[in-house]
């Protein structure tokens, strides 16, 4: 009978520990223990966090495993400084796997100049022998368009007219007041400006580069 209560005991105690709960304010508190580790190069949250067969793949498109993660977190250089900041979390915590998405504002000084980026994330934590750890990472960037420009209106006329992308897809651009305006494709845009000769369209991702060519020269 004791040996049977012992036995129980121990496989209720084993049950227990390899079923810990987590919550999505725990996960966000060790996502930031992480992020607050960054610019002292301190690696241990990193090592205790991510399981050893983990796989993170930053905004560069870049793939680490846990070694290379690891050795790639290092004090920042002299003269820099700066703090990545955790918003908008979302989680999805079933069984023992747990989902964290959230955005990561970056603030970063560089000799006195402030730069700042901001970034989406979503790990993947698994929970092991009773232990949470992030499984897989996805980061990606979010780009933001230039500060708009003041267009200089008396260049507008060398700009206006018919533009021929591929055969049978032309763009027509016209003026209105201190806007451009194309027309084609199925679709009007308004454009705005954005650098010397560069425009962009507000409703799409398209962008548009004036280029002025030099005179044609006659060869013998």
């Not at 012992?6 to 390899?18: D, S």
């Not at 079923?19 to 607050?36: A, S």
């Not at 055969?167 to 454009?191: H, L």
């Amino acid at each position: 009978m004791k040996l049977a209560l012992v036995t129980f005991f121990y496989t209720v105690t084993l049950v227990y520990a390899a079923d810990v709960p987590i919550t999505q304010d725990e996960l966000v508190r060790r996502t930031q223990e992480l992020y607050d580790a960054v610019v002292p190069g301190n690696q241990a949250p990193w090592k205790k966090y991510f399981a050893d067969d983990c796989i993170f793949a930053d905004e560069k498109g870049h793939v680490f495993d846990k070694p290379k993660l690891i050795g790639d977190i290092t004090p920042l250089p002299s003269g820099y400084s700066g703090t990545i900041k955790i918003e908008n979390a979302q989680s999805r915590i079933i069984g023992n796997t747990a989902i964290l998405s959230y955005d990561a504002d970056e603030t970063e000084t560089i000799f006195g100049q402030n730069l700042k980026a901001r970034y989406h994330v979503t790990d993947t934590w698994l929970q092991r022998n009773g232990n949470w750890q992030i499984i897989a990472s996805q980061a990606h960037r979010y780009y933001e368009d230039p500060a708009l420009g003041k267009a200089d209106t008396k260049r507008f006329a060398d700009y206006i007219g018919t533009y021929e992308l591929a055969p049978g897809q032309t763009r027509s651009v016209t003026a209105e007041e201190d806007n451009y305006s194309s027309n084609g494709m199925a679709k009007r845009s308004n454009c705005s400006r954005k650098h010397q000769r560069f425009f962009s369209a507000k409703v799409s991702k398209a962008e548009f580069c004036f280029v002025t060519l030099p005179a044609a020269k006659s060869m013998r």
